[in-house]
């Protein structure tokens, strides 16, 4: 089968959190399964575009509004990913070193879907299913079904729509109305959600088959989706929860190049205790307390607002007994707070505040326990990752995080699990944590031993989604 991925994120070319994971992942395993997986992602201008040499497959224009631009799609020449890479490149919109956070971030993405459209639309290659994720390639599917100048061509074309993270849902204003190409007008109420032009509710409403990266989060979804609940209810008989996998290879404690020392099970002790003691020297903390660590966006659904007031508390109650080394980005008050603590706290809390992929590996190698006490979490990847690497995760009940982790209080359970984001809630998880180290290590090593041997890779969930795509086929 021939499978077209359209995204905004893809791992190694652009990654700003879990749909960067997945869309570089994902693809590479249906490759293996014997299909053919494509990738389409905006030309950002990001380091690894200059590393690779690219080869120019096609051109064309077209319109934005009264806007009228070139567009260019290159692929990758060695195919080192394991699947063929294209990029879409336009002038003045999607040259930027950045994903996201731009004032045009609508039109970027409006003309990046027109244009991966039109492409599409003069490709002689066919793709049997278009996959596209997330809101920025959200009006894919309506355009395929009920846009002039591709619906001749694409109508017939199966699309598939992932959510990877519904509470962002790209809302335009009726007003820039002109941005789309011309479309059936009596469709119009299947672009609208509340009053606003809503990409993620055109994408629910219009894609033959909508997915979920767990099934727990599609539960929640009928209940609390930005607005968009009812919605999900509505449209639940197209709905499924496809759980989120993890590329075994990049993350493999075993053959991790990123790693001071790399280890496999039977190396777990040795292996982290190196790792741990690295970090500890780059932030100046005890290598052998225990070592927490948070690493996310620092957001209010990761309840990342919640931890300064956690790391205060947990810095007396637990005088002595825990070390902590966060890192994060994102909300510039709580940086700047999170800053200060690790000044307050030196030789306790460390902080690095940015993105930084090599000392994320090193993190989830290097800690004990992770922190996750996010408000919604539609499947979260570091508790994967974090587990492969032998750190139990400390987890709030939701979404994915409850569909991964069991509470070591129940049977077989090899995680810590608390109900409530709030600071007392994850104050006594740390706690339980601290509790396990200090008085049953035993229990923790066969824990962490237990949790290095899931196997979360692709394998499973991509043959899932190929099944969803037979259905549709
Ligand atoms: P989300 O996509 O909501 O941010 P996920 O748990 O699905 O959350 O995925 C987060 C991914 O981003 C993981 O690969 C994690 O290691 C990575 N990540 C998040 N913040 C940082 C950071 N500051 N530096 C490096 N990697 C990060």
Same mark, same amino acid.
């Given at each position: ?59 064309? $224009? ?11 799609? #290159?692929?990758?020449?060695? $195919? ?29 993405? #409006? ?7 039109? &492409? ?50 790209? &809302? ?24 606003? #032009? ?27 989706? =930005? ?6 209810? /509505? ?29 496999? #099970? ?70 700047? =707070? ?16 940015? /993105? ?22 539609p499947c979260g990847l570091n508790q994967l990752y974090a587990m492969r690497y032998g750190t139990v995760p400390l987890v709030r009940n939701t979404g994915g995080l409850r569909d991964t982790v069991v509470d070591m209080g129940e049977?077989?359970g090899f995680g810590i699990r608390f109900d409530q984001a709030s600071v007392e809630d994850i104050v006594y998880s740390v706690g339980r944590a601290l509790d396990l180290y200090e008085q049953n290590p035993s229990k923790?090593?066969?824990?962490? $031993? ?7 890779? &692709? ?5 899932? /989604? ?8």
């Amino acid at each position: 089968m021939k499978i077209l991925h359209v995204s905004a994120e893809c791992y190694p070319m652009a990654k700003a959190g879990g749909l960067g994971d997945v869309v570089g992942a994902l693809p590479k395993y249906q490759q293996r399964a014997g299909h053919v997986a494509q990738v389409v992602v905006p030309m950002y201008r990001t380091p690894y575009l200059y590393k690779k040499e690219w080869e120019l497959v096609h051109q064309g $224009r077209q319109q934005l509004g009264t806007y009228q631009f070139s567009y260019s799609v #290159i692929r990758e020449k060695s $195919r080192e990913l394991g699947f063929d890479l294209y990029l879409v490149d336009i002038n003045g919109l999607l040259d930027r070193p950045k994903v996201y956070g731009y004032e045009d971030d609508p039109q970027r993405f #409006i003309a990046f879907q027109l244009s991966v459209m039109d &492409w599409v639309c003069h490709w002689t290659h066919r793709p049997d299913v278009i996959h596209v994720h997330d809101h920025h390639t959200g009006l894919i599917p309506f355009f395929m079904r009920y846009a002039y100048p591709f619906r001749d061509k694409l109508q017939g074309v199966p699309s598939v729509f992932t959510i990877h993270n519904a509470q962002y849902q790209g &809302w335009i204003d009726w007003q820039h109305r002109d941005w789309l190409p011309p479309y059936d007008e009596w469709k119009s109420g299947l672009i609208e959600w509340a009053g606003q #032009i809503n990409p993620l509710a055109a994408a629910v409403k219009s894609a033959w088959k909508v997915t979920t990266v767990s099934y727990s989060y599609l539960e929640e979804l009928r209940h609390s989706a =930005n607005g968009m609940e009812k919605l999900f209810e /509505y449209e639940r008989g197209k709905c499924s929860g496809i759980l989120n996998g993890i590329d075994a290879a990049v993350w493999d404690p075993s053959t991790d190049p990123l790693l001071v020392k790399s280890y496999g #099970i039977d190396q777990l002790a040795p292996g982290k205790q190196a790792n741990k003691e690295s970090l500890c020297q780059q932030f100046g903390l005890d290598p052998q307390k225990p070592l927490f660590t948070f690493i996310g966006r620092l957001v209010h659904e990761k309840a990342a607002d919640l931890l300064p007031e956690v790391i205060h508390q947990c810095m007396h109650h637990f005088v002595d007994r825990m070390s902590l080394i966060l890192l994060g980005s994102g909300d510039s008050t709580l940086e700047s =707070n999170l800053h200060q603590l690790a000044q307050q706290y030196t030789g306790r809390f460390g902080a690095y505040i940015g /993105y930084y992929e090599e000392l994320s590996h090193r993190l989830y190698a290097g800690a004990d326990f992770l922190l996750m006490p996010s408000r919604v979490e539609p499947c979260g990847l570091n508790q994967l990752y974090a587990m492969r690497y032998g750190t139990v995760p400390l987890v709030r009940n939701t979404g994915g995080l409850r569909d991964t982790v069991v509470d070591m209080g129940e049977w077989q359970g090899f995680g810590i699990r608390f109900d409530q984001a709030s600071v007392e809630d994850i104050v006594y998880s740390v706690g339980r944590a601290l509790d396990l180290y200090e008085q049953n290590p035993s229990k923790l090593q066969g824990m962490q $031993r237990h949790i290095m041997g899931f196997d979360h890779s &692709w394998d499973r969930s991509a043959a899932q /989604y190929l099944e969803l795509y037979q259905s549709i086929r």
